[in-house]
């Protein structure tokens, strides 16, 4: 292998396949007191910072406050339904406080609060086929039983609708936004996995710091059912959708600019990032030298690729 393929070759070989279009979807509801008002409206002005960086492909909303109702939220919910197509990605933020009365999560919003029954079937109608649910309010563990779904990543801030302190994940969600460190393979692109394992990782580094008890326990599901994890890996078969859901990437060219002849090579090179991501995820799972062999190769065609689309 050249150094010029060598060295692309390395640029390449971490990098996770993006969706045709990201649409996001945050929330912020009701905080109660004018503390966790003002905090709840920040964190939510915050993450819209954070997610716009992903460029013009990135439709970013955000309702917070008195524009956080319900009849709001079926709205933004129902737009997006009719834009998004199926390759596209998308991800729902909740930001704010839940409530469990041992039947139903409900999310506070200003007027009628909404359940995570609703809130599943208006996702049921986004045709997108890779989704993110990320709900960071107390009790929102209570919310992943009626989230599930195939396809679907669900994120929740504690592991039961029995944790109802305010919670703090959201704070450290939108820090992997921001903090290098996030990044853990360094491909330039923060995964839904690496901000989970990142926020889970500071929260719990708090209470400990704070020499607290801890009042928040972070869970992750992408399997399809309610049987969430506080650490993801191939041995309990969770990760691997969130391993390869982009939540911040480097700004990609469009797709429409590219030249006819080349869109399959575009759609190739996709198709062998995203291998290349379900490769590193089971790599704990192989024979060492199986997982180098099928490695090398797969950055091989990469780097051949690469270099056909940039002739």
Not at 112 to 121: K, W
Request: aromatic share 6%; hydrophobic share 40%; glycine share 6%.
């Amino acid at each position: 292998m050249g150094d010029g393929v060598r060295s692309l070759v390395l640029l390449l070989g971490f990098a996770l396949t993006a969706p045709a279009g990201s649409y996001y979807l945050t929330v912020a509801g009701l905080g109660g007191t004018p503390e966790y008002e003002t905090q709840f409206a920040k964190w939510a002005a915050d993450l819209d910072h954070e997610l716009r960086a992903n460029g013009p492909d990135a439709t970013v909303v955000t309702l917070s406050g008195k524009s956080a109702t319900r009849q709001a939220i079926q709205e933004a919910l129902a737009r997006i339904a009719e834009q998004v197509k199926p390759d596209d990605a998308f991800a729902l933020m909740l930001i704010g406080h839940g409530t469990f009365d041992g039947t139903d999560y409900k999310f506070n919003i200003p007027g009628p609060d909404i359940t995570a029954a609703e809130l599943a079937a208006l996702l049921n109608r986004i045709p997108a086929r890779r989704q993110l649910v990320v709900n960071m309010t107390s009790c929102s563990g209570a919310s992943l039983a009626g989230l599930a779904k195939k396809d679907r990543i669900v994120i929740t801030a504690t592991k039961s609708g029995n944790e109802k302190n305010a919670t703090l994940f959201a704070r450290y969600w939108i820090d992997a936004l921001r903090d290098p460190a996030a990044d853990t393979d360094k491909n330039g692109t923060v995964s839904a996995l690496e901000a989970f394992q990142y926020a889970q990782h500071k929260t719990a580094a708090y209470f400990e710091s704070e020499k607290l008890l801890a009042t928040e326990h972070a869970q992750m599901s992408d399997s399809g059912k309610s049987n969430a994890v506080r650490e993801p890996k191939p041995e309990n078969g969770q990760g691997l959708l969130a391993a390869a859901f982009p939540i911040l990437r480097p700004q990609i060219a469009d797709s429409k600019l590219v030249a006819p002849e080349k869109q399959k090579l575009v759609a190739r090179k996709e198709d062998l990032e995203a291998k290349i991501d379900r490769l590193k995820y089971q790599k704990a799972a192989m024979p060492a030298d199986e997982y180098k062999q099928q490695l090398t190769a797969l950055l091989l065609e990469l780097a051949q690729t690469q270099a056909e689309i940039d002739r």
